[in-house]
């Protein structure tokens, strides 16, 4: 309900209730996606082009989506280069409400204050430890294949509410996640990021590197997962964090 109002009232005044809850559908697929270009907007929606176009312009004016250039390294043929949709930062922060951020910065601005920043990054794996506990019961029947294991974990993460997926790439994988329940948190303290990106390192046995965060301004955060292991860590038992 709260998705719909929110694209109702980004709506123009003539829209009906059918034109919010199909942009509330964009925005939810956006969601979880990242970004899109309007022709798999439409295939996934069972639109037509004009019509996912017409819900794209209105949200373009509304200041709910923007576009983006599709990169592509196939030969560019004729006509305009595609492009793709993506959600801006106020339309995500409207869909995955933080009502707490300003409470939740200044209880860790005074650990860091009377404790210093390692009683921080204690509290971040402290933080993330129960939700590194339900991956891992959902991880047990996965294989030990790094990638399969990040397809596995981006099903979790998006129950979780990350809206996460997992793609294979040239030199490796890939996991995005397109929602950060405390991106503006870990905008001033990035020992949550890191906390995050260690639990991911260990749920998928490899080291990992994160290349983009939600919290640094980039649209998605995103964790590069090599074919050749470094530093691989045990898939199964999580680490005891000492402060």
Not at 87 to 114: C, F
Not at 142 to 165: M, N, Q
Request: a neutral charge.
């Amino acid at each position: 309900m709260k998705n719909e109002v929110l694209l109702q009232i980004g709506a123009p005044a003539h829209a009906g209730a059918t034109d919010g809850r199909t942009r509330s559908r964009v925005a939810q697929l956006l969601l979880k996606r990242g970004a899109a270009t309007a022709a798999e907007l439409g295939a996934a929606l069972g639109l037509s082009p004009a019509a996912i176009r017409k819900h794209l312009d209105a949200m373009l004016a509304d200041d709910l989506v923007e576009t983006r250039e599709v990169r592509s390294n196939l030969p560019r043929g004729r006509g305009r280069p595609a492009k793709a949709f993506a959600l801006t930062v106020a339309a995500r922060e409207e869909l995955n409400p933080h009502h707490y951020d300003g409470i939740a910065s200044a209880a860790l601005r005074w650990i860091a204050q009377h404790h210093g920043p390692e009683a921080v990054s204690a509290f971040a794996a402290a933080q993330v430890a129960a939700l590194e506990e339900r991956c891992q019961a959902a991880l047990r029947t996965a294989d030990g294949d790094p990638i399969t294991r990040a397809e596995a974990l981006a099903e979790v993460l998006t129950a979780e509410g990350y809206a996460a997926s997992a793609t294979t790439i040239a030199s490796g994988g890939q996991l995005c996640q397109h929602s950060c329940p405390v991106a503006h948190v870990a905008a001033e303290f990035p020992q949550l990021c890191d906390a995050e990106t260690e639990v991911i390192s260990r749920l998928i046995g490899t080291h990992v590197q994160r290349l983009a965060t939600i919290a640094h301004g980039d649209g998605v955060c995103t964790t590069h997962i090599p074919t050749r292991h470094a530093h691989p860590h045990p898939p199964s038992d999580r680490p005891t964090h000492h402060p």
